[in-house]
């Protein structure tokens, strides 16, 4: 019974685990975006950790029904064991991102909330985000726009602010498209095309852009004169 328990809680937490990493991953996700879901688990860990100490596992589906099922009480040592295993892991969280907590980055995600100048920021910069932040049109506009796309709109407005913010965003922030990349080289230079120059066609697998192939071969016309 111990050992299906135990079992009932690592399908569980491994899902939860599971949720989180396709969460950080995709073309679109930025590097705030992802310390802003690994905040988030790290506070859902707590809330489990405290939630097991009052024997309550809802929070833990799998196991919550097995409970329920056979009618039992999980054992004081599985429970300690499951309160070990997520401090633990919260602790590694910690220990691989140190600074998720920081906030110095936040102007960046919503401007119009900063209220004093952010660390290391330039007088000037913050002179032209107390601007940009009074302009009620742009506000509306962050909500429904990514932040790539507005930061990049205000650039001939705002050249210093956008270039920094750009820069925040630009890092990867996750391997997502480093494993894609790396998919499609092994799809194309199999064994039978070893001396295949992948390059042209990992171009065009990786690209957004969906080629207008009528329009290629069009230009690919040769025309034969007559003899």
């Keep these: 019974m111990a050992w299906i328990s135990t079992l009932a809680y690592l399908s569980d937490i491994f899902g939860k685990l ?12 930025n590097i705030l975006q992802a310390k802003d879901k690994l905040v988030a688990f790290s506070r859902k860990i707590q809330y489990w950790i405290s939630a097991v100490e009052q024997n309550i596992f809802e929070c833990f589906q799998t196991l919550s029904d097995f409970l329920e099922e056979s009618e039992v009480d999980l054992d004081m040592e599985i429970r300690d064991g499951i309160k070990t295993r997520m401090s633990s892991l919260q602790q590694s969280l910690s220990d691989y991102f140190p600074n998720l907590e920081n906030q110095d980055n936040y102007w960046v995600q919503n401007p119009f909330k900063i209220k004093e100048k952010p660390k290391g920021f ?9 601007e ?6 742009l ?3 962050f909500r429904t726009v990514s932040l790539t796309i507005i930061w990049s709109d205000v650039f001939d407005e705002y050249p210093n602010l956008a270039k920094q913010a750009i820069r925040i965003l630009l890092p990867f922030a996750t391997t997502y498209l480093c494993e894609a990349g790396f998919s499609k080289y092994v799809a194309t230079k199999t064994k039978y095309c070893n001396k295949l120059d992948a390059a042209p066609d990992m171009r065009v697998q990786l690209s957004n852009l969906t080629p207008n192939f009528e329009r ?12």
Aim: a negative charge; one cysteine or more; aromatic letters at 2%.
């Design 132 to 137: 940009l932040s009074s302009d009620t049109q």
């Design 139 to 141: 506000e509306a506009k």
């Design 122 to 130: 330039h007088s000037m910069n913050y002179e032209n985000l107390i």
């Design 18 to 29: 599971n949720e989180l990493c396709l969460a950080l991953h995709g073309k679109q996700v």
């Design 216 to 227: 290629i071969m069009e230009s690919k016309k040769q025309v034969h004169p007559s003899h």
